[in-house]
T-cell receptor, first 114, second 114 residues
């Protein structure tokens, strides 16, 4: 019962470098999401995906790229990391069989950009 | 558009006292409402949710919340606080709009004083 796993859990990178955060879920959930959590802002949606090969922007997509070639994986890439992207990133998923479904979260990836 | 307002970013209660965390929402269509809890260095997990039916919803760990449409509120309560309840709590709203899009509040950190 692995659920939803994120890697790496902790990462320090330099400004301008490309970083990819991985997300894998074992439930075959249709919907997957990436959120960032910052003090005073709660959770903000970066990107979401309704199915393999279907992705869409959320509230704060600038500077991020996602892909979903397989249902179970939803990597998030920071193409050129900036200090403002220092944050905690959460991957999440839900079955999407009807609204009001529970969203399940990974344990988070702490990213520091120096 | 939908939104969530959590009143009080920090709440302190004594062990054994009533816990009341406030949440007000804005939604143009009937909402689905959630409370999630986040323990330190972990992802969010569902406490309870309202979709349809009974407006008083019971969740895990003795928490409950009441959906009051006239007040656009979904406050979280627990009769007697335990030390283990210390965590951050997030209220969230989703529209019954045909796809998964959840808006989270900015969170309330609960401190329990022995």
């Amino acid at each position: 019962d692995a659920g939803i796993t994120q890697s790496p859990r902790y990462k320090i990178t330099e400004t301008g470098r490309q970083v990819t955060l991985m997300c894998h879920q074992t439930w075959s959930h249709s919907y997957m999401f990436w959120y960032r959590q910052d003090l005073g802002h709660g959770l903000r949606l970066i990107y979401y995906s309704a199915a393999a090969d279907i992705t869409d922007k959320g509230e704060v997509p600038d500077g991020y790229v996602v892909s979903r070639s397989k249902t179970e994986n939803f990597p998030l890439t920071l193409e050129s990391a900036t200090r403002s992207q220092t944050s905690v990133y959460f991957c999440a998923s839900t079955s999407g069989t009807g609204n009001g479904n529970t969203i399940y979260f990974g344990e988070g990836s702490w990213l520091t950009v120096v | 558009a939908q939104s969530v307002t959590q009143l009080g970013s920090h709440v302190s209660v004594s062990e054994g006292a009533l816990v009341l965390l406030r949440c007000n929402y804005s939604s143009s269509v009937p909402p689905y409402l959630f409370w999630y809890v986040q323990y330190p260095n972990q992802g969010l997990q569902l406490l309870l949710k309202y979709t349809t039916g009974a407006t008083l919803v019971k969740g895990i760990n003795g928490f409950e919340a009441e959906f009051k449409k006239s007040e656009t509120s979904f406050h979280l309560t627990k009769p007697s606080a335990h030390m283990s309840d210390a965590a951050e709590y997030f209220c969230a709203v989703a529209n019954s709009g045909g796809y998964q899009k959840v808006t989270f509040g900015t969170g309330t950190k609960l401190q329990v004083i022995p």
